[in-house]
């Protein structure tokens, strides 16, 4: 099971992250952050296999290519910030971390205009 082995990598990471913060807490950030990058280069083959299921799913339903891209860019936006968030909390930027995640937000806004203006030209063409 992969959780075990994230659980892992985390328990350790922890250890070693309340030892560092004491002594050199700009090294705790960095390797809270390397830990971070680990975990998520790990799950890159579950997010292929997402990723196929989901274009698998679409094209039976046959949905719009392009609604399907913008909902993937969506959450790659909301994970990035998100992470970015948090490692600048980690660093004691919690200032940083919401104009970081305030950014994610208006660039997740950004690009939901084009499904937004296909959905109320759908319903302008039901009235």
């Known amino acids: 099971m992969d959780i075990l082995l994230f659980l892992g ?9 309340t030892l560092l913060r004491q002594e050199l807490p700009e090294l705790a950030v960095l390797l809270s952050t390397v830990v971070g990058v680990i975990i998520l280069l790990k799950l890159v083959g579950r997010l292929t296999e997402l990723i196929s299921a989901f274009e698998y799913l679409a094209a039976k339903a046959q949905i719009n290519e392009v609604y399907l891209e913008t909902l993937f860019k969506v959450m790659g936006v909301a994970y990035l910030a998100g992470f970015g968030g948090q490692i600048c909390r980690d660093a004691g930027e919690g200032a940083l971390a919401l104009k970081l995640e305030l950014a994610g937000k208006i660039i997740i806004l950004f690009l939901a205009v084009p499904i937004m203006v296909a959905i109320l030209e759908m319903v302008l063409r039901i009235f």
């Open 9 to 17: 990598i985390s328990l350790v990471a922890v250890i070693l992250l």
